[in-house]
């Protein structure tokens, strides 16, 4: 017989029960959060009121500060309410739908990236057919795909997972539910789980990545041959912000899943990093090295 228990609840031990420490670790990921909103709700005021930026770009980054602010909702407060309650008991059910809301926002901002990087591809390397290709009725259509795609494979993981038993610890030593910290926990047969992972990887996280280096490809292959170099400023400029975005975004992640299994402090930082301050520091770099959007600002 296999030692299987049938989980209820989950203790989420993501710091030291210093009590000392609390209340700057509260402090501090309440300010991340608090500037993290405020600079990404400014950024999309900015694109909503402005007219000059309603384009397809713009379009975009709007979209990846929603993401943004998702992202950082999604864990941040549920960290501050245990820190502040000193209850860190997670349900069985709150801490899949705080996976469910994760992961929808990860699969959401993937594919944003490779499409804001396909969006820069139409405008440098065939402009001409840039308004007939990401056109209003197209943007919104990829918008609403980009959603719809990240909430059922989020529920597709998820729903996979419900079978899963644990007959480990049920300590989460992280700071909100993710996928690789519960599985973690189990014992039993989890062969499906992972080959949806595997596939959702493929699609999610693989083709996009090979897409958005095949764009810049082409894209750095028609800057080099610009004669003009105020032409070629101005187009790295636009590509610039981006690709720092992506740099970070999918660095910080590759390493965070990546690092072996038993190194909690390690795993814990990178998410750290790529949940909280990544999603703020996302508006800020894309304020400063757009000059429209400052100007709008």
């Known amino acids: 017989m296999k030692n299987e228990t049938s989980v209820k609840y989950f203790y989420i031990l993501p710091f030291s029960e210093d009590t000392m420490k609390k209340p700057f670790i509260s402090i501090f990921f309440f300010l991340i959060y608090f500037i993290g909103v405020l600079v990404n709700s400014s950024i999309i005021t900015v694109i909503c009121l402005e007219v000059q930026l309603h384009k397809p770009m ?12 998702f992202y950082t909702s999604v864990t941040v407060p549920k960290l501050l309410h245990m820190l502040l309650s000193g209850d860190y008991i997670v349900s069985f059910s709150q801490c899949y739908t705080q996976w469910y809301f994760f992961s929808a926002a990860a ?3 993937g594919i944003l990236l490779f499409i804001m990087a396909y969006d820069r591809y139409v405008a440098i390397c065939i402009p001409l057919h840039y308004h007939f290709i990401l056109s209003q009725r197209n943007c919104i259509l990829i918008t609403f795909g980009i959603w719809t ?3 059922l494979n989020s529920l597709l993981l998820v729903v996979s997972a419900f079978n899963m038993t644990s007959c480990h610890s049920n300590i989460i030593h992280q700071f909100f539910c993710d996928a690789k910290s519960l599985t973690k926990a189990t014992c039993a047969s989890i062969e499906i789980f992972f080959l949806i992972t595997g596939i959702e990887m493929l699609l999610l996280a693989f083709v996009p990545v090979l897409g958005t280096c095949i764009s810049y490809v082409n894209i750095f292959s028609v800057i080099f041959k610009m004669k003009s170099t105020e032409s070629r400023k101005k187009a790295l400029s636009t590509c610039s912000s981006h690709i720092t975005v992506m740099s970070i975004y999918y660095g910080t992640c590759l390493a965070g899943y990546l690092i ?4 909690h402090v390690l795993d814990l930082v990178f998410n750290v990093v790529y949940t909280t301050i990544i999603p703020m520091i996302n508006p800020i770099i894309y ?6 959007v400052k100007i709008a600002l």
Do not use: G, H, K
Not at 58 to 69: A, E, G, K, P
Not at 260 to 263: A, G, I, M, R
Not at 287 to 292: A, K, V
């Open 58 to 69: 713009y379009l975009f980054i709007c979209n990846l500060s929603i993401v943004d602010i």
């Open 107 to 109: 699969s959401a901002e």
């Open 149 to 151: 795609a990240a909430f």
């Open 260 to 263: 072996p299994s038993f190194s």
């Open 287 to 292: 304020s400063l090295q757009n000059s429209n």
